[in-house]
């Protein structure tokens, strides 16, 4: 059964950078019907879309967040990483690690497997 | 960039068939995914592709589609199926997933 986990800082001050890993096991991270992708939500607040990456690297970003994130992938560890720079206070929010289907002939799909999420809070 | 909408909040008897519907411009193109969210959980992706299932989700759980509606039917509510629900769709390319705002089920 594929697993998610989440690590990193629970608190980290504003300005600084947010990083985050998340480590896959019990399936294959290198697959090309997988993306990979981090999600965000606030205390008492809906989902956000980071980022996702694909095995050979590739990246997209949401454009709201696109100029402060890093997400990428080491597939010997199986880890996927985010780091989030500049962070405020509006950062503080649990952070999800979610695997992202591709169906092929271009159709990516759902999210179908999640981690636990980790909350993070910006503070100082 | 799209957007998808939802009610904020749907309330049900238990027995009864909820409906929650999404809302975006971008859904005659792309396919819709809900996700379900309790409590201090990670979201569970409960519909694919607009209508279908995955394995292990209650045959309650149904989805639709039309125009630039989709729709989560949930048959025969219980207790147990209070929850927030989320849609989720893509751009046009698909590489950009956008989320629903989120609706808060309640089984009265």
């Known amino acids: 059964q594929l697993q998610l986990q989440e690590s990193g800082p629970g608190l980290v001050r504003p300005s600084e950078t947010l990083s985050l890993t998340c480590t896959v096991s019990?399936?294959?991270?290198?697959?090309?019907?997988?993306?990979w992708g981090w999600i965000r939500q606030p205390p008492g607040k809906g989902l956000e879309w980071i980022g996702n990456v694909f095995h050979t690297g590739s990246t997209y970003y949401n454009p709201s967040l696109k100029s402060r994130v890093t997400v990428s992938v080491d597939t010997p560890k199986k880890q996927v990483s985010l780091r989030l720079n500049s962070v405020t206070a509006a950062d503080t929010a649990v952070y999800y690690c979610?695997?992202?289907?591709?169906?092929?002939?271009?159709?990516?799909?759902?999210?179908?497997?999640w981690g636990q999420g980790t909350l993070v809070t910006v503070s100082s | 960039s799209y957007e998808l909408t939802q009610p904020p909040s749907v309330s049900v008897s238990p027995g009864q068939t909820a409906r929650i519907t999404c809302f975006g411009d971008i859904l005659p193109k792309q396919y819709a995914y809900w996700y379900q969210q309790k409590p201090g959980q990670a979201p569970l992706l409960i519909i694919y592709?607009?209508?279908q299932r995955p394995s292990g989700i209650p045959e309650r759980f149904s989805g639709s589609s039309s125009g630039t509606t989709a729709t989560l039917t949930i048959s025969g509510v219980q207790a147990e199926d209070e929850a927030d629900y989320y849609c989720?769709?893509?751009?046009?390319?698909?590489?950009?997933?956008?989320f629903g705002g989120g609706t808060n089920l309640t089984v009265l």
């Open positions: 019990g399936g294959s991270i290198s697959s090309s019907s997988y993306y």
């Open positions: 592709k607009d209508i």
């Open positions: 989720q769709s893509a751009d046009n390319s698909g590489l950009y997933p956008m």
């Open positions: 979610a695997r992202r289907y591709y169906y092929g002939s271009g159709i990516i799909g759902g999210f179908d497997y």
